[in-house]
């Protein structure tokens, strides 16, 4: 498969149902089967692809630091997906709290070979018309913290998202290193004096026990728990636990838990040692997101744009479908999301988890296609489903593609399209050491291109990350 055929999808125009697709019984029942080496599914004995939603963005965060700094990024800490989701999509919004569905794709060169992009959008909604929010701030300031500029990021970010916050809000601060300390219990905005003496009171010292920081975290949401508001924890760390317990699977049980109760988490990553397994894990189970910044500039995005901004949920346990047409489409396989597989028989099961997304969120998933020489009509039907933060009621909306409604080539495109495209192979480049038939010269010229064309400064640094990895250690 080239480069070409995985990346070369983008978002169009789309259509939202809250109807239950019409998926037959067959292919309901219709579950995946052990996939090939390559990760490859063939239509015949797998048609169904299913996976719980995910907006995280950390791996691309991460690695683009390592590359700045001249270091390739572990091949295990590149997830594509998060690296897609990273980027601007254009997709059009929907009218009401559901999602947008948009499917489409392009032909390869070899005319049997094509791209199919699943791309799904919610609505955006200003910071006055949101609900009020109990955040809980988790702060490691362990030793490790000390790395120059580090702490100081935290405070910086911590103190421009109390500007931005409302007068409805209340924030809670822990900080933890060998032991656990809440600096500020559950305390209204009103009361910002109080809350910016304890970000003052930041300091780095000992260990970094990060069971404990998340027990205390938690215990301050659930006292403070507002059933009319938005109870998240913010766990800020550079995720590497050498204190209490550091089994994996003891904190992730203790996050899983509080998720259960309606309080969710967001991990934001800093630090030049991160680790990014942990804390994207911990993001997955406690129903959340997880962000890395490694400037003052990438901080201050989160806290004082996406933070406010997305701080309520549009949408719980959100998962996809997409059903092949197995008499058009030989084989496929999705990009990424591999931690996020479901089965099929799981996509209507409400008490399997998904993904939780937030106003404004985009979620683009690739699929590398053969086609049958010849065939034409209906080539899939992308699904979403999601439950109502609230009320828990499911619903559903999708979109369906034909043979005939794909591009005729990459330069046929849309440019979204064409930058998932180089997006994508980059992080298979890095994690697989091969981009799809191009080389990272290849990749830059794309780059290149595009990044006028899009007048988009992250596609602008998108080249020079790509002229680093040539280099990079």
Known sequence: MSLLGLAAC??????TSSARAPISQDAQRNSPVPERADGEQDTTTAQISTFALDVDTASYGYARRALQEGRRPAPAEIRPEEWVNAFRQDYAQPPDD????????????????????????????????????????VIDVSGSMAEAGRLDLVRSALRTLLDELGPGDQVSIVSFSDEAEVLASMTPLTARDELSAAVDRLVTQGGTNLEAGLVAGYEEASKGFRTAATNRVIVLSDGLANQGSTEWQAILDRVEEHAARRVTLLTVGVGREYGDELMEQLADNGDGLAVYVGTEEEAAEVFTTKL?????????????????NPSVVE????????????????????????????????????????????ADGQLAQATVRWQDPDTRAASEAGATLRSGELAASLTDAPLRLQVDMVVAAFAEHLREGEAFGLDLAALGEHAERLAPATEDPMVAELRTLIDRAKTAG
Do not use: C, M, W
């Not at 983008?10 to 259509?15: I, L, N, S």
């Not at 901004?309 to 346990?317: F, G, P, Q, Y």
């Open 10 to 15: 983008a978002g169009g125009e789309g259509t």
């Open 98 to 137: 559901g999602f947008t569905v948009h499917v489409d794709g392009a032909r390869l060169p070899s005319g049997d070979e094509a791209v199919l992009r699943v791309g799904l959008q919610t609505r955006s909604s200003a910071a006055a018309e949101r609900r009020p929010a109990n955040l809980t701030f």
């Open 308 to 324: 406010p901004a997305t701080i309520e949920l549009r949408a719980r346990d959100a998962k996809a479908q997409v059903v092949f």
């Open 331 to 374: 084989s496929y396989r999705l990009v990424g999301y591999e931690n996020r597989a479901l089965e099929a028989e799981e996509f209507r099961d409400d008490s399997r988890d998904g993904g939780e997304i937030g106003p404004g969120h985009s979620v683009t998933a690739l699929y590398a296609l053969t086609l049958k020489p010849g």
